[in-house]
């Protein structure tokens, strides 16, 4: 039912949603500065390959990409983990987010 919903509708439209999501995505990391915005981004950029490898998936009518997006949010979600630690020490640290305070954690 999915598989026939989703076959229904051309590939190319997945392939350009995925690459406007993909390039707002880069657009917001190297524009932003804020570091919470920049997880985000990089969380779109990573939903933007999930949704071409399970429209790829859909269409080959195999789980192969399917399983590989599970593995992409696991990873996805420990990033998110991680940098939002590091994130909470910075602002602990200097009660802002900006990623160019960065520069003062130079040893």
Same mark, same amino acid.
């Given at each position: 039912m999915v $598989? *026939?919903?989703?076959?229904?509708?051309?590939?190319?439209?997945?392939?350009?949603?995925?690459t406007l999501l993909f390039c707002i995505g880069v657009t917001g990391v190297l524009v932003r500065r804020n570091a919470i915005i920049i997880l985000g981004c990089v969380e779109l950029?990573? $939903? *933007?390959v999930n949704l071409l490898l399970a429209a790829f998936s859909a269409y080959k009518g195999d789980a192969d990409g399917q399983i590989l997006v599970f593995f992409i949010m696991v990873v996805a979600a420990a990033e998110v983990a991680v940098g939002l630690a590091i994130i909470t020490m910075l602002y602990r640290n200097t009660r802002s987010v900006d990623v160019s305070l960065f520069n003062r954690l130079k040893g």
């Amino acid at each position: 039912m999915v $598989n *026939s919903l989703l076959q229904s509708i051309p590939i190319d439209y997945f392939i350009y949603l995925s690459t406007l999501l993909f390039c707002i995505g880069v657009t917001g990391v190297l524009v932003r500065r804020n570091a919470i915005i920049i997880l985000g981004c990089v969380e779109l950029m990573l $939903n *933007s390959v999930n949704l071409l490898l399970a429209a790829f998936s859909a269409y080959k009518g195999d789980a192969d990409g399917q399983i590989l997006v599970f593995f992409i949010m696991v990873v996805a979600a420990a990033e998110v983990a991680v940098g939002l630690a590091i994130i909470t020490m910075l602002y602990r640290n200097t009660r802002s987010v900006d990623v160019s305070l960065f520069n003062r954690l130079k040893g």
